[in-house]
């Protein structure tokens, strides 16, 4: 019965008004945006601390449920709760580190690897149901995504019997190599869980993964968790593979040559968008129910890509082909290659941009999604903080064209955002990284930041020490 | 040439001939113990169980690292520098998904001296160029990176 009142909601929600788009997915190169635009009337951006002292903080996630709580989540596995007052209480709400008497069900070992993302059901606040995606250790690394219920005697805390008594795997994505994992897991307007799906790592994409349809890596999924809690999850019927691979009688004659590129044997009916390196971070515009992607790249160039809530998914983004709008490998500038799929709304450039060693010094190397801004002066501005220049910009259609526009730099290594009950980007920064890390407990800790307009800022508030230039 | 020289047009003609302690005085190196973010001076302060050896002390008053041209030293900050640096800047320096760290077109101006690339070492900079303090390495084990970082400006 909750089943059926649940479809109809999301059938509803599914079928609500169109919006219109003014925005336009760029079809030639020169559309994309890039470092070194602007946003008119864009207010100055100060990020104020909201609180301390996580451990590797990478995701957070608003509880939505009109308690105003944050719940931020620790790589080693834990999800810390931080109250409406900015208090962070004691006990975990969630700890997957100790339930197992094996020892951590999170596989950590490198930095990439741990609990990475929670998301709360639409209905959180009446079935108390939260998800989490994370790397196993006894699954040798495997991304698990796995739903909890809370008990509504202690809603702060999601005890190990409780968590035992309640657990439910929906995914087991075995992972070939231990970087390129994804990580961020929520919910669409659609009611639907989306998942980004990193290629499964090493470099250069050595199994194809962003461009084969018969893989899970790569991709964006989106699946319907409303199922039976003896069927892990089902695939939405409007999936754009939903029925690629079934079964049916061969007709060599009277098909167009359209209609027979629908046959996509082997497909994997879960996705929903494809030709993805690392999709860490993506989120949903509020108001519109638009999507951002932010896929971490390669060596030399960050993407962000835009879809618009009236997309039927099935977009293919490039990789390994190119990276934002040039090629794979990205030799220099001049290079000559096929565009294949969809170009993202922006991209901006590592210190080395090209492989013939062309210097730039206004971007970064890791683009982290924090979320979409529709306060301040801004309208449906996704926020990107990057994980190695500490810059935030903002990636926004103005007029005719996408902008992508830096805001500020700070000195934070951002690592995930998102956007709180009151339409605040929030983020999140940690002391993570690739050398010199002392392990998920042990590196420096890290904070969760509002990211406000700077004639907002609280008075007495701690702000990110930040230069505009 | 070593680019800590370089810096000062004044003393460029000078630095071609004659080691960094001579041609460029002290207090010119000690303002570059400075914040690379804002410019704002710098105070370093040792880590529990950390003790300032003689270079240290020296380097603070002086500006002058004595463990250029200390073969010893400098295998030390090469195997300090493949663990904690490489995989950014680079086995040769030249920059990957961190800036160079040799030639002339440094990102910080103050990383051509050596108290302004220990400040940068110390304090961190911007995103992923996080204190090297905060992380726990000891400041004798910075001196001695940077001295193997010059030798790779060719």
Known sequence: ????????????????????????????????????????????????????????PVGVTAFNDGSGRIAVVERVGRVRIVTKDGKVLPDPFLDLTNFNPLGSDVQTGFVEQGLWSIAFHPKFKQNGYVFVHYASLPFNGASIIARFTVDPQSPDRITKEQLLKSVKVLMN??????????????????????????????????LDAGQRLDVLWGKLLRIDVDTPDDRPYA????????????????????????????????????????????????????????????????????????????????????????????????????????IVGVLPAAEYPHETAFEDGTKRNDGGCSAQGLGVANYGGLTKTYLVGDWCSGRLFGVAWVGNKWQLHQFLQTQLQFTAGNVDADGYVLAVNCYCFYTADKGPTANPVGALWRVVPADSVPAGAEVAKAKTN | MRPGLVRRAALVVAALVLPIGICVKAEDLLSDFKD????????FSPQPGETETPAVKKFKTTGVNDYRGNADAIAAGKALYQENCAACHGEDGKGRIGPTLVGNELRYEQAKSDPGMFSIVYAGASGAMQSFARRGMHQDDMLKIIAYVRTLDK
């Open chain 1, 173 to 206: 994505i075995p992972q070939p190599y231990y970087n390129h994992y994804g990580g961020m897991i929520a919910f669409g307007p659609d009611g639907k869980l989306y998942i980004g799906k990193g290629d499964g790592g090493w470099e250069g994409d050595p």
């Open chain 1, 235 to 338: 695939v939405p019927s409007d999936n754009p593979f939903a029925k690629a691979d079934q079964a049916q009688l061969m007709s060599l004659f009277g098909i167009t040559e359209q209609g027979f590129t629908k046959n996509k044997i082997g497909s994997r009916p879960e996705i929903w968008a494809y030709g993805l390196r690392n999709p860490y971070m993506f989120h949903f515009d509020q108001k519109s129910g638009d999507l951002f992607i932010a896929d971490v790249g390669q060596n030399h160039w960050e993407e962000i890509n835009y879809q618009p809530a009236s997309s039927h998914g099935g977009e293919n983004y490039g990789w390994k082909f190119n990276q934002g709008s040039y090629c794979h490998p990205a030799n220099s500038a001049d290079q000559k290659c096929p």
């Open chain 1, 1 to 56: 019965m909750r089943r059926m009142a649940l479809a109809v909601f999301l059938t509803a929600a599914c079928l609500g008004a169109p919006v219109a788009h003014a925005q336009q997915i760029p079809t030639n190169p020169a559309d994309v945006a890039q470092p070194g635009g602007s946003i008119p009337g864009a207010p100055k951006l100060a990020l104020v601390k909201l609180a301390d002292g996580f451990r590797d």
């Open chain 2, 36 to 43: 690379p973010f804002d410019g704002s001076p710098l105070k």
